[in-house]
């Protein structure tokens, strides 16, 4: 009896065990993409033939059209849009996230398809330049962000100016994980492993991806997603986030 009752037990962890991730799998597009009702605005970002880029609230863009204005020929203009399902307000709710401290920081650069660009770009199912441009601004941003607290740490301790710009730089690249859109990496943002308040995620989803709209979600605390149609669109909303938080990365 004793035998069965055990042997039983075994099996139930073992299933457990295999059903759990399955479990966090499932949830991921639930979790990332909230479908409760929630405060929605909308940006316009302008990128001008000389890489420099415009934001615009929608109507701040639509009165400057409606009185003659128009960006330089050769522009490109994205319509995003962001939502926050924290305090509600996205705006808030994105410095909430970035500005928050963290134990470690994961950038998800998208599906695994995304290596074939460092060895076959033209298999690749978007633009693989557009797509590393994308990667590199938000990561540095992220990083740039998380290496803050890191930094006037060490000051409190005593240490120099360089110094404790070398300790924030080291602890930063210690604590920063780069993943692709795995099913493990899917399954532990659906069970809030990561993407959460100790563990910062950043989600990039590309036409790769399957993106279907040109949007910033904020759903949980930790949590980030940037999704675009075009691969472009991914630098124009990190391009975005910048603004809103008043970092300075690109001109």
């Not at 909308?42 to 003659?68: C, M």
């Not at 705006?91 to 470690?104: G, H, M, N, P, R």
């Amino acid at each position: 009896m004793r035998k069965k009752v055990f042997l039983f037990v075994i099996i139930a962890i073992i299933i457990g065990g295999l059903f759990y991730p399955i479990y966090g799998y499932l949830k991921f597009d639930d979790e990332i993409n909230p479908q409760k009702k929630t405060i929605e605005h909308s940006y316009v970002v302008i990128r001008y033939p000389d890489s420099r880029y415009l934001v615009l609230r929608d109507i701040e863009y639509v009165n400057l059209t409606a009185h003659g204005w128009s960006p330089p020929r050769g522009s490109r203009a994205y319509l995003i849009k962001i939502r926050g399902y924290i305090t509600g307000i996205p705006e808030i709710d994105l410095a909430q996230v970035f500005l928050s401290k963290y134990d470690e920081f994961t950038i998800v650069v998208g599906s695994p398809e995304v290596s074939a660009c460092s060895k076959n770009p033209s298999s690749f199912y978007g633009d693989c330049e557009s797509r590393a441009l994308a990667v590199s601004e938000i990561t540095v941003v992220t990083s740039m962000l998380f290496k803050r607290y890191y930094y006037w740490e060490a000051i409190k301790k005593g240490l120099s100016n360089e110094s404790a710009k070398e300790y924030a730089y080291k602890e930063t690249m210690e604590r920063k994980n780069i993943r692709y859109l795995s099913f493990l990496t899917k399954a532990l943002i659906g069970l809030g492993k990561i993407g959460n308040r100790d563990h910062l995620c950043v989600v990039i989803l590309g036409p790769a991806e399957g993106a279907s709209s040109n949007q910033i979600i904020i759903p949980r605390p930790g949590l980030i997603i940037l999704e675009g149609k075009r691969d472009e669109v991914l630098r124009a909303e990190a391009i975005l986030i910048e603004k809103l938080l008043n970092v300075t990365i690109s001109s």
